[in-house]
Every structure is written in structure tokens, then in C-alpha cells.
């Protein structure tokens, strides 16, 4: 997830149960030229593996050089997106533009396979408006491709990320390909999880309930295989915030680390006494004690 999925929170993630963990998506274009602040988003560390480095782009030879660097930075998997819904990247043809284009989808989904060793997979929606059902189709394009998987998002684009989830075009897509189908779309907890499976879904993806408790994987996991779901409390929530923070100053030195904090803070506190005020606070700070002196009271 764009502005979220950086390593300090994809290793929360990794420890937290995911199986596998997909970094903000990195424009090919960008690879190409040798822009520095893309190559850094290609670093990955020790702790989050395995993980997928997701390209974003609509020119097959830029998709596969970008995809030959993430490889080499050690990607387990290449992913392609072509679900994003925002005009920026709608204007360039890539995201969910590619999904009005199949054949190009296709070159691209081939010329990356083509030119990696690690699986390629392919993160798309049920459709680019309301009541349309693209999945099988694209499916099957990006089957005959060699995609190794698909993530299917279960709204359509004009939906962006918000409104029922639709699963019965998931079960449809899912139905259509030999290949494996993880279905995404407003998972908080095992039932939801659940649902998808029994869409026919191998596995599913979480993108905001994860946010602010990275260590919800570990909770659904524990929930399908029939335990006992603990909800993870706000104090064990809070600790892993300062861990990230933790994590974010080793990355990128403590008082850019922190401030890269700031636009996340509100979905951590989100709901805890004193929020907004702490909020505030937390804008201003740029030390790790200092972040520890304020969120101290909700670690107990
Ligand atoms: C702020 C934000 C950034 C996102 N960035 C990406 C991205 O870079 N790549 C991607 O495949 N999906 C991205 N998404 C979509 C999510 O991965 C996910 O498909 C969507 O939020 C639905 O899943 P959820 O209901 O579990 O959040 C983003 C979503 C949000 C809210």
C-alpha cells in the first residue's frame, strides 16, 4: 500500500503472520530512469521475507527491467498492479487503465516472466465500474501469461476502496483458472477471511484493517484453524508502534523516521481516549523518547 507498506511495516507484518508480505507499488518508469527514491523502495531487509516488490507501469520493456531489479534486490515474487485506481496513474495507462486493455496486460504479464526467475503475479479488481465481472477473463489472460497467482480485488475501480465487497464475481474468477486466487476487499477478521475462502479463494490479502494491527494476520490464521481468535488489545498495539518507529529510524535516521510517522499516527490512536490530543502531539515530536514519553499511557 502506497505511503504505508515500507519495510519498518512489512516486517510488523512478516512477525505479526503474514505469509507474505507486498511492498507500495514502484513505478517501472521510474526503475527505467534510475530515480533514487524508487530504488531505495526497492530495498528489502532480512526480516520481511518472503516478499513481493509490486511494479506499477503500461510499457512491457520498462515493466520487465523493472521487474530484473527487483529481482535482483532479492524479491521473492514480482507483482504487477493493475488495480490502482488513482487518476495519476489511470492517465499513464497503468493500474486499472490495464485492465481495459487485456492483450497489453498479457505482453506485459509475459515479457516479465520471460525475464525473471522469481514467480510473476498479478494484482487486479472484479471490474473498472459497477455490475462489471472482467475477473475470469483477465484471469485467464494473465493464466495464459504465466502469472503464478492473481490478488483480486473485490470492487470495482470507480469504487476505489470503499462499498461492498462482491463475492460472488471473486468465486467466479476463482472458478475460472488453475492458478491460485487470493481475494482482497474489507477483511477484518477470520469470518471475512472465511467468506473468501469459501469463495474458492486460496488464500486472501489485507491491506487497511492491517494498518494500525499489523498483527491481525496471526488472529485470522488462528481463527480459521479453529483457536481461539484473541483480539490483539490496544497496549500490544501501541508497542508494536513504537517498534515501527523503531524500525523506521534505523531506516531512515530518527527525526526523518518520525516524521515519516506523522501521516500514520491517526490510524494507530484511532479510537483510544485522548486520541486527537496525542495526535497533535506526535506532530510535533522528532526523538523516539519523546514518542515514548507520550504513547507510554496506552502500553499498560
Ligand atoms: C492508502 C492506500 C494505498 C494503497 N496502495 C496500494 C498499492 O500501492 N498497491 C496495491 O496493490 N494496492 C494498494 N491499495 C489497495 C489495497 O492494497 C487493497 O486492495 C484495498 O485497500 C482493499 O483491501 P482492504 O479492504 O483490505 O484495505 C492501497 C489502498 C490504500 C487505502
Same mark, same amino acid.
Given at each position: 500500500?502506497?505511503?504505508?507498506?515500507?519495510?519498518? =511495516?512489512?516486517?510488523?507484518?512478516?512477525?505479526?503472520?503474514?505469509?507474505?508480505?507486498?511492498? !507500495?507499488?514502484?513505478?517501472?518508469?521510474?526503475?527505467?530512469?534510475?530515480?533514487?527514491?524508487?530504488?531505495?523502495?526497492?530495498?528489502?531487509?532480512?526480516?520481511?521475507?518472503?516478499?513481493?516488490?509490486?511494479?506499477?507501469?503500461?510499457?512491457?520493456?520498462?515493466?520487465?527491467?523493472?521487474?530484473?531489479?527487483?529481482?535482483?534486490?532479492?524479491?521473492?515474487?514480482?507483482?504487477?498492479?493493475?488495480?490502482?485506481?488513482?487518476?495519476?496513474?489511470?492517465?499513464?495507462?497503468?493500474?486499472?487503465?490495464?485492465?481495459?486493455?487485456?492483450?497489453?496486460?498479457?505482453?506485459?504479464?509475459?515479457?516479465?516472466?520471460?525475464?525473471?526467475?522469481?514467480?510473476?503475479?498479478?494484482? =487486479?479488481?472484479?471490474?473498472?465500474?459497477?455490475?462489471?465481472?472482467?475477473?475470469?477473463?483477465?484471469?485467464?489472460?494473465?493464466?495464459?501469461?504465466?502469472?503464478?497467482?492473481?490478488?483480486?480485488?473485490?470492487?470495482?475501480?470507480?469504487? =476505489?476502496?470503499?462499498?461492498?465487497?462482491?463475492? !460472488?464475481?471473486?468465486?467466479?474468477?476463482?472458478?475460472?483458472?488453475?492458478?491460485?486466487?487470493?481475494?482482497?476487499?474489507?477483511?477484518?477478521?477470520?469470518?471475512?477471511?472465511?467468506?473468501?475462502?469459501?469463495?474458492?479463494?486460496?488464500?486472501?490479502?489485507?491491506?487497511?484493517?492491517?494498518?494500525?494491527?499489523?498483527?491481525?494476520?496471526?488472529?485470522?490464521?488462528?481463527?480459521?484453524?479453529?483457536?481461539?481468535?484473541?483480539?490483539?488489545?490496544?497496549?500490544?498495539?501501541?508497542?508494536?508502534?513504537?517498534?515501527?518507529?523503531?524500525?523506521?529510524?534505523?531506516?531512515?535516521? !530518527?527525526?526523518?523516521?518520525?516524521?515519516?510517522?506523522?501521516?500514520?499516527?491517526?490510524?494507530?490512536?484511532?479510537?483510544?481516549?485522548?486520541?486527537?490530543?496525542?495526535?497533535?502531539? =506526535?506532530?510535533?515530536?522528532?526523538?523516539?523518547?519523546?514518542?515514548?514519553?507520550?504513547?507510554?499511557?496506552?502500553?499498560?
Amino acid at each position: 500500500m502506497a505511503g504505508i507498506t515500507n519495510a519498518a =511495516f512489512r516486517i510488523l507484518a512478516a512477525e505479526g503472520g503474514a505469509g507474505l508480505v507486498v511492498t !507500495e507499488m514502484i513505478s517501472a518508469e521510474s526503475i527505467k530512469y534510475g530515480n533514487k527514491k524508487s530504488f531505495k523502495m526497492l530495498e528489502l531487509l532480512p526480516g520481511e521475507h518472503p516478499a513481493a516488490i509490486q511494479i506499477f507501469g503500461a510499457d512491457p520493456s520498462s515493466m520487465a527491467l523493472a521487474a530484473q531489479a527487483a529481482e535482483r534486490a532479492g524479491a521473492d515474487i514480482v507483482d504487477i498492479n493493475a488495480g490502482c485506481p488513482v487518476k495519476k496513474v489511470l492517465r499513464s495507462g497503468a493500474g486499472s487503465a490495464l485492465m481495459k486493455t487485456p492483450l497489453l496486460l498479457g505482453d506485459i504479464v509475459s515479457r516479465m516472466v520471460k525475464s525473471v526467475k522469481v514467480p510473476v503475479t498479478v494484482k =487486479f479488481r472484479i471490474g473498472l465500474n459497477a455490475g462489471e465481472n472482467l475477473g475470469p477473463l483477465l484471469a485467464r489472460v494473465c493464466e495464459e501469461a504465466g502469472a503464478a497467482a492473481i490478488t483480486l480485488h473485490g470492487r470495482p475501480a470507480s469504487q =476505489f476502496h470503499t462499498g461492498p465487497v462482491n463475492l !460472488e464475481a471473486v468465486a467466479g474468477t476463482a472458478a475460472a483458472v488453475k492458478i491460485p486466487v487470493f481475494g482482497n476487499g474489507g477483511i477484518e477478521n477470520a469470518a471475512g477471511a472465511r467468506a473468501m475462502l469459501e469463495a474458492g479463494c486460496a488464500g486472501v490479502a489485507i491491506g487497511r484493517a492491517a494498518v494500525f494491527n499489523p498483527a491481525l494476520f496471526a488472529e485470522i490464521a488462528s481463527g480459521l484453524s479453529g483457536g481461539l481468535a484473541e483480539p490483539v488489545t490496544s497496549a500490544v498495539r501501541m508497542k508494536l508502534f513504537l517498534r515501527f518507529l523503531e524500525l523506521n529510524a534505523g531506516i531512515y535516521g !530518527e527525526e526523518h523516521g518520525m516524521a515519516r510517522a506523522r501521516k500514520l499516527v491517526g490510524y494507530w490512536l484511532k479510537g483510544l481516549p485522548g486520541a486527537s490530543g496525542a495526535r497533535g502531539a =506526535f506532530m510535533k515530536l522528532k526523538t523516539l523518547k519523546e514518542a515514548e514519553a507520550l504513547l507510554i499511557q496506552y502500553t499498560k
